[in-house]
């Protein structure tokens, strides 16, 4: 596919290629495939067989799992600049959860085969995927930390922060405005709570002038959020 800047800038924001230079960044670029899917479609499920990758253009798609009871386990949605499927496509394995696009997703793919191809002589794409695995092991083992020791305000504030820096990574101080495209419910199950609990917490949050909420944006207040985070 032809390379434009909107594309490189996409490839450059992704934290997965976030270390790669142009050179690198346009070479993967005219491996990607674009993909769409529509709200609601599912993308692959658990236990499929994977053989690529996705780079989110535009859109949200939730990754999640099933418990034996039938309970779906939500536990991290995929915007713009999100990698999801990374891991199946890597060591050839089983897809580790489901895949669902929660509205209208547009997407780019990479192929295993691209991908090896490119590793080959391009040494920077293998050392951004070990940093990208080696930095999700510590999210994960911070996000099971999180849902066993610390309060529910405490983890909602953290989920929001990480959101504004995503946006803002640079971000020490001031508001930033995010769009919280999802329910309560939908929130509740990716930090491990109820939805009520969630909405009590929410009311902290917000009467603490951590947040500010408008409809399904939500205005931070980064100072404040990591006072309630406990990241002071």
Known sequence: ????????????????????????????????????????????TRGDTGREMYLVVDGRVRLSVLTAEGRELSFA?????????????????????????????????????????????RPHLVEAVVRFLCRRIREADQQLEAIALCPIEVRLARFFL???????????EGKIVIDLAMSQSELAMLI????????????????GGAITRKGTQLTCDIEELCTAAGLE
């Open 162 to 172: 990480a959101a504004a820096r995503q946006k803002d990574p640079d971000a020490i």
């Open 1 to 44: 596919m032809a390379v434009n800047e909107k594309l490189l800038a996409l490839i450059e924001r992704a934290p997965l290629f976030e270390p790669l230079d142009e050179s690198d960044r346009r070479a993967l670029a005219q491996e990607m495939r674009p993909v769409s899917f529509d709200a609601g479609q599912v993308i692959f």
């Open 192 to 207: 491990g709570a109820s939805r009520p609990k969630v909405n009590t917490a929410l009311s902290l949050l917000e009467s």
């Open 77 to 121: 949605h995929a915007e713009g600049g999100a990698v999801f499927g990374e891991i199946a496509m890597l060591d050839e394995g089983p897809r580790s959860a489901d895949a669902t696009a929660v509205a209208k997703t547009d997407a780019l793919t990479l192929s295993r085969a691209a991908f090896m191809r490119l590793a080959e002589t």
